[in-house]
């Protein structure tokens, strides 16, 4: 019993990182949250991978629910309307996707909780996009490989799709007729993917970040065409909105900003104002890729806050550079400077 408070909270302040980010609330975004779930996990299982998603849960099903019905009498009390999703598997049989085999937990698991601040337009469009499978998605491979259903060789970077746990060709796919349109041109991709019939998704895994990226999409050629004129079309209006549209992100830019800096302030009081805003500038700059711009960066998710305030004291207030640079193995380099960060931290966790 005493473990029920602690999980109503986690569960709360999971919900509302949730909500802050995207209006909705689905279980399987708290239980990511509760770091319950890998965010990987749940990519494979949206995508067909076998099972059901609850078995990669570290807890037991009681836990579990219990957790699910803290989320339903949180979103009650924020007066969150209740809707039911449908998921769908990304494979061409677009299956429907379980969660558990507990039908209790299955039940529960499909009910999103959605903002009241949302248009009645705008919870239509919501709830059609929850009910959409994923995308199809074919790989760029990392390595030599072979096709598991004619044996062609793959060199590495070649498409291949992945079936019932099988790697396959384009061919054997049957998206060989279907031509690659990289990724850079948002308004072509959407046309194209739009005025095509059959659209694939490109994904390559970054060993770095440790997630899949997208590379592009693979579209039928006539489509793409048809794209392309539509594009050409209506170029001067697109980029007069482009321009329009950089003074908006520059200006939700330095509200982030604002906002990550006075966080940082409240969970390090010790951290000079100017520090804080430089971390934030650092970690919240668009297009970086790092810990800021990340969903629970954005979210202002105390522990991305926390790693972006580690990342700072890292570089800033340690020797790590200086020893990367001597040749020093970054993970022994970490190790040194633990005591350091840990130092730093409790001296700015101080007001």
Request: aromatic residues 6%; contains cysteine.
């Amino acid at each position: 019993m005493s473990e029920q408070p602690k999980l109503r909270r986690r569960v709360a302040e999971a919900a509302e990182a949730v909500l802050r980010k995207q209006k909705f609330v689905a279980p399987v975004d708290v239980l990511v949250g509760l770091r319950w779930l890998p965010a990987a996990a749940v990519e494979d299982w949206r995508r067909g991978r076998p099972g059901a998603l609850a078995d990669r849960l570290p807890v037991d099903t009681a836990k579990a629910l219990a957790a699910l019905e803290h989320l339903s009498d949180w979103a009650r009390e924020r007066g969150l309307q209740a809707s039911e999703a449908t998921y769908l598997a990304g494979t061409r049989d677009r299956r429907p996707l379980v969660f558990a085999e507990n039908e209790a937990l299955q039940r529960i698991f499909r009910i999103h909780w959605v903002s009241t601040d949302l248009s009645d337009k705008q919870r239509e469009k919501l709830e059609a996009r929850q009910n959409q499978a994923p995308d199809l998605v074919v790989m760029m491979s990392l390595n030599d490989s072979a096709c598991d259903s004619c044996g062609i060789q793959l060199p590495a970077s070649e498409f291949h799709y992945e079936e019932e746990g099988r790697w396959l060709c384009l061919s054997c796919a049957d998206f060989d007729h279907l031509v690659f349109l990289p990724s850079g041109n948002a308004a072509l991709s959407r046309r194209a993917k739009k005025e095509s019939t059959l659209a694939v998704l490109v994904t390559r895994f970054n060993k770095r970040r440790k997630r899949f990226e997208r590379q592009g999409i693979l579209v039928e050629e006539a489509a793409l065409e048809r794209a392309e004129a539509q594009c050409l079309a209506d170029d001067d209006v697109r980029a007069r909105r482009r321009e329009r549209d950089a003074v908006r992100r520059a200006a939700q830019d330095v509200e982030f900003q604002a906002a990550m800096a006075a966080e940082i302030r409240r969970l390090f009081p010790g951290c000079a104002q100017e520090r804080a805003q430089a971390i934030a500038a650092h970690a919240g700059t668009r297009g970086s890729g790092r810990v800021g711009r990340s969903a629970a960066g954005r979210a202002l998710d105390e522990e991305a806050v926390r790693l972006a305030v580690i990342a700072s004291i890292r570089h800033e207030d340690t020797d790590y550079d200086a020893m990367l640079m001597a040749g020093v193995p970054r993970a022994e380099a970490r190790d040194r400077i633990r005591g350091d960060i840990d130092r730093v931290l409790a001296r700015w966790e101080t007001p």
